[in-house]
């Protein structure tokens, strides 16, 4: 699940501040549901957009 450093995990603590490198991270047991469930597949793309922290 990683593309060139990038990627795509769960994590037990989640800061509420822009706190990554490039990655995507997720609670645990939102992570487990997804590859569980298929909805995120070796090879799937994955498009991350963001947006300004609220003020």
């Known amino acids: 699940y990683f593309n060139m450093g990038i990627g795509l ?30 909805l995120a597949p070796m090879g799937m793309k994955i498009w991350v957009h963001s947006t300004p922290p609220a003020a």
């Open 9 to 38: 995990h769960g994590a037990y603590k989640i800061p509420n501040y822009p706190a990554s490198h490039g990655c995507v991270r997720m609670s645990t047991p939102a992570m487990d549901y997804i590859w569980s469930a298929d």
